[in-house]
């Protein structure tokens, strides 16, 4: 798969910095490889979404590889980060056991261990600047009438699909950012509790996208680093 670092323009404060976003491009053939792994996976995602609502074989089996490939690039990203940096980690994915602690990732560095979620959304339009300052928040815990409660994690990251999600399996190419994160301090501090159009939901949110962290930046608070745009932009057009 190929990175490529994408920046966008935060209007939503006239700061007139730039939010990045860390992409990749993945062939329809590296789709497949990870379409066991999801088929495993759809089985413990959840029946019905946030609202109520009941999902189909293919939604659950969409949802579970849109969290397998964003669970993948974020790994990714984070040893590749880790290692052109002098970082030591180990990073290891967790098993579903409940919706209560669920958990993506667990990043051990000297400094300890910290545990991240990654959330997963698509969206249709085509203006980035739009999507990150005025469409989109990035999401941390959450309670649903189904899940009363969530522990919270030390991070969450935002992975971005440039089309719906349940339409996952009809892509001939993939493309997934990691849009931007939060640390759990972050989103008690200026975050706020929103529904996201989902009845009987409340999501705990930093909105928009673009005043929370770029995708370099959650990756280096991740790892303990410096974050150093001249590395990141070294991974430009980069292979994996």
């Known amino acids: 798969?190929?990175?490529?670092?994408?920046?966008?323009?935060?209007?939503?404060?006239?700061?007139?910095?730039?939010?990045?976003?860390?992409?990749?491009?993945?062939?329809?053939?590296?789709?497949?490889?990870?379409?066991?792994?999801?088929?495993e996976l759809s089985r413990s995602v959840g029946t019905t979404d946030p609202s109520g609502r009941p999902r189909t074989e293919?939604?659950?089996?969409?949802?579970?590889?849109?969290g397998v490939v964003s669970e993948e690039i974020c790994s990714t990203t984070i040893k590749e980060y880790a290692r052109l940096m002098k970082r030591n980690l180990f990073i290891h994915t967790k098993p579903f056991l409940s919706a209560l602690d669920q958990i993506d990732l667990t990043v051990s560095v000297p400094q300890g261990s910290f545990d991240i979620e990654?959330?997963?959304?698509?969206?249709?339009?085509?203006?980035?600047?739009?999507?990150?300052?005025?469409?989109f928040s990035i999401i941390g815990w959450y309670v649903t009438y189904a899940k009363a409660e969530e522990n919270r994690k030390d991070f969450?990251?935002?992975?971005?699909?440039?089309?719906?999600?349940?339409?996952m399996l009809e892509q001939v190419e993939i493309r997934a950012c990691i849009s931007g994160g939060a640390t759990k301090?972050?989103?008690?501090?200026?975050?706020t509790n929103r529904h996201l159009k989902q009845e009987g939901a409340t999501y705990r949110t930093i909105?928009?996208?673009?005043?929370?962290?770029?995708?370099?930046e959650i990756i280096s608070k991740i790892i303990s680093a410096p974050c150093d745009m001249n590395i990141w932009r070294g991974l430009q057009n980069a292979n994996f």
């Open 118 to 135: 990654i959330r997963s959304s698509g969206h249709f339009k085509q203006n980035l600047v739009e999507i990150y300052n005025e469409n």
């Open 185 to 191: 301090e972050m989103l008690e501090k200026i975050g």
């Open 1 to 39: 798969m190929k990175c490529e670092l994408v920046g966008i323009s935060k209007t939503f404060d006239n700061s007139k910095k730039t939010h990045y976003s860390i992409c990749f491009v993945l062939s329809k053939d590296e789709l497949n490889s990870y379409l066991e792994r999801a088929k």
């Open 58 to 66: 293919n939604e659950k089996l969409c949802r579970a590889l849109a």
């Open 156 to 167: 969450y990251v935002t992975v971005l699909f440039p089309f719906s999600i349940d339409r």
């Open 207 to 216: 909105f928009p996208v673009a005043k929370a962290f770029d995708g370099p």
